[in-house]
């Protein structure tokens, strides 16, 4: 008495190998990124970073500097750290 199940087909050693060798090309395939998901992906890096760094600016000069944490919003400032660098 055969049922149809736990009925296998025997396959060849190179058969099982063909076999293994497509499924892991299939599992190793990646969609590949479109152009404006990149794009979208590297102006929120930017945005991301610029925002770090006014805030680390604000930490160090409120926290540490025992200055108004504001006051790194002022040009003024900027320009003052740019004339000690350069000046």
Same mark, same amino acid.
């Not at 008495?1 to 199940?5: L, V």
């Given at each position: 008495?055969?049922?149809?199940?736990g009925q296998y087909k025997v396959r060849s050693r190179?058969?099982?190998h063909q076999l293994e060798a497509k499924k892991e090309k299939q599992n =190793?395939?990646?969609?590949p990124r479109t152009k404006a998901k990149t794009h979208q992906l590297a102006?929120?890096?930017m945005v991301v970073a610029i925002i770090a760094l006014?805030?680390?600016s604000m930490i160090g000069y409120?926290?540490?500097g =025992?200055?108004?944490p504001l006051q790194v919003l002022n040009p003024g400032t900027w320009i003052h750290i740019y004339r000690l660098i350069f000046g």
């Open positions: 008495m055969q049922s149809g199940q190179s058969e099982r =190793k395939e990646v969609k102006l929120l890096l006014f805030v680390g409120g926290v540490l =025992k200055g108004n």
